[in-house]
C-alpha cells in the first residue's frame, strides 16, 4: 500500500503561482511513477503532468505545458507539482497518483494509488 497526501493548495489571484506536494509512505521502497490530475466542478478528472520514477521523463497536459513544472525529490519520498501564471480555469481540486509498473501517462485508470486532493482556487 502507498499512502499519498497532498498539499499547497490555497486561493492565488491569476498570474500567481502555487507549488503543490505529495507525500507518500508506505511501500516507498517500490520504483513508482507519478501523476498530478484535476477535477474542477461539474467536469471529469483530467490529467496534468506525470513524471518517471527516475524524473528524467515527464509529461504534460496541453494545457499547462509552459506554465507547470512536476518534479520530484526520491530521498523524500515527494512529488511536486509547480504552478505559475495561474489562470482561472486552473480552479480546480489537485490528486496526485501512484503507478507501481511505471506508467506515467495521461490515463488515469492505470494509477495505483490516489491521494484525498487539494483545492486550488484561482481568483480573476
Known amino acids: 500500500q502507498v499512502q499519498l497526501v497532498e498539499s499547497g493548495g490555497g486561493l492565488v489571484q491569476a498570474g500567481g503561482s502555487l507549488r503543490l506536494s505529495c507525500a507518500a509512505s508506505?511501500?516507498?521502497?517500490?520504483?513508482?511513477?507519478m501523476g498530478w490530475f484535476r477535477q474542477a466542478p461539474g467536469k471529469k478528472r483530467e490529467f496534468a503532468a506525470a513524471i518517471s520514477w527516475t524524473g528524467s521523463n515527464t509529461y504534460y497536459a496541453d494545457s499547462v505545458k509552459g506554465r507547470f513544472a512536476i518534479s520530484r525529490d526520491n530521498a523524500k519520498n515527494t512529488v511536486y507539482l509547480q504552478m505559475n501564471s495561474l489562470k482561472p480555469e486552473d480552479t480546480a481540486v489537485y490528486y496526485c497518483?501512484?503507478?507501481?509498473?511505471?506508467?506515467?501517462?495521461?490515463?488515469?485508470?492505470?494509477?495505483?494509488?490516489w491521494g484525498q486532493g487539494t483545492q486550488v482556487t484561482v481568483s480573476s
Open positions: 508506505g511501500r516507498t521502497s517500490s520504483r513508482y511513477a
Open positions: 497518483a501512484a503507478d507501481l509498473a511505471g506508467y506515467y501517462g495521461s490515463s488515469a485508470e492505470p494509477y495505483d494509488y
